[in-house]
């Protein structure tokens, strides 16, 4: 490590990153950097056709990527996207948790199987790929993971209700320092971004209605929604040895959201 140098801390040359989520939104954003910054990355989410084509575009920019089918709920599937990156790559450095989904309905109206629809991939998706790549990470005695949670697991959302997508996520914040907690000394560190408002075909819906996007200009400090090329810092911060001190945290990249 180098006091000289701190640009080396943030190099990601060499390792292997597996994203979920990555067909689409933040997934792509955060697949595409971690390529930038050295890694070789493994693409997986259900949609192949669009991890093919993210794969190619890393490739014909000089980078190395692997894109898996992997449904993240699903044992067998988060199983194979493991065997599919060891057989490829022979390692797993880091794993970004960001796929995931929402429903926004008020929790009056709600049913049980959309809670647990949400639950499944939001939270259960989590822990199956926490539990299937840290095994691998605690074998090698390194490794660092991301999960992708949200502002509203740490605040209520209120007039946009997402009873389950809220408690899917206080719960990865939750089990994020749990996990920390029992790796620490294993030299796998686990830590959590909360994201606020960025645009992406899971809000995308919202970034198209004038009147909730006034709203959270209004109800944001910086008085804005966040770029995708915002959250890139905290990634490439927590995937690399720039945070090799730092495990069980939570970073808001919200534009102030949950400082009011
Ligand atoms: N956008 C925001 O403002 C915001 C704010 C806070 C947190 N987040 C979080 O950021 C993450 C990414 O969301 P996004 O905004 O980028 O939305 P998005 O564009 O809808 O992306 C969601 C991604 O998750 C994947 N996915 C959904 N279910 C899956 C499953 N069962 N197995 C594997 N992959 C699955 C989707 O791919 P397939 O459909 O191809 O499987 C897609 O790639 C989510 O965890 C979300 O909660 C987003």
Redesign the pocket.
Known sequence: MSLEDPRDLFSLTGRVAVV??????????FAAALAGAGARVVL?????E??LQLAQGIEADGGEALAAA?????EA?VEQLVGDTLERFGRIDVLV??????RVVPVERDTAEGFEQVM???LR?VFLCCQRVGRVMLENSTGSIIN?????GLVAAGQIPQAS?AA??GAVVSMTREIAAQWARRGVRVNA????????????D?FQDKRSMSWLRARTPMGR??RHEELVGALVFLASDASSFVTGQTLAV?GGWTIV
């Open positions: 979920t989520g990555a067909s689409s939104g933040l997934g792509r954003s997986a989410a259900r949609r192949q669009q991890l992997c449904d993240v709920s699903q599937d948790n960001n796929a995931g989904i929402t499944d991939i939001n998706g992708v949670a949200s502002v509203f997508y899917s996520k971004i909360a994201p606020g408002w960025f645009e992406s075909e899971m809000t995308g919202m929604a966040g919200d």
